[in-house]
C-alpha cells in the first residue's frame, strides 16, 4: 500500500494507479488498496475525512489571545479648577464598575466569558496638554480598551482627538 502526506489539491497518479486524495493532506493509492481487497480502508479514510472536516467546521475556534479584564481608562481632575465637578463624575463611574464587577463583569462574546473591569485612571491637573499625554498613554502603555471622556468640553476635545485616531471612544 502507498502512502503519501501532503496538502493535495488535485487527484494524483501514482505508478500503481490513480491516488484517492484527501482534502486534509494524506492519501492512499486506491487502486492498489482494490485491488488487495481494500474497499473498506478506502471507506474508513473516507468516513474519517468527514468527521474530521465537521470537527474544523462546528468547533468553536480556540482563541490564542486571550484577556482577563476589561481595562477601562479616563482622567480625573483631582487639582486644578475642574477639581470638584470631575470628582463626582469619577464617583458614579467608580459605581458602576463596582457593580458590574459585583456582577461578575461583562459578557464578551470573542471569549465567551465574563470579563471584569479594570479602571485605570490619572490626574489630569484640569490641562489640556496633559489629557493629551494621559490619553496617549492610557491607550498605548495600558491598552485601555474603552476611554471615558473627562470632565469639561474643553479636556474632551482633546482627549476625543487622541481616541479618534486610536479607536477607543
Known sequence: MSFRIGWYTTVCKTKGGEGLIIFFGFGFDSTRMLKKGGKDMVQKIFFCAIVLLSLMVFLPPVNSYSK??????????????????????????????????????IFVNEFNKKLPIKLVYYDDR????????????????????????????????????????????
Open 68 to 105: 482577563d479584564n476589561i481595562v477601562v481608562g479616563t482622567t480625573i481632575s483631582t487639582t486644578g479648577s475642574f477639581t470638584f465637578a470631575s470628582s463626582q463624575g469619577f464617583k458614579g463611574l467608580q459605581v458602576w464598575v463596582d457593580d458590574v464587577n459585583k456582577r461578575g463583569g
Open 126 to 169: 484640569s490641562d489640556k496638554e496633559t489629557v493629551v499625554r494621559l490619553y496617549e498613554k492610557l491607550v498605548t502603555d495600558d491598552k485601555a480598551d474603552i476611554c471615558f471622556a473627562p470632565f469639561g468640553s474643553t479636556l474632551t476635545g482633546a482627549a476625543a482627538a487622541i481616541t479618534e485616531n486610536m479607536a477607543k471612544c
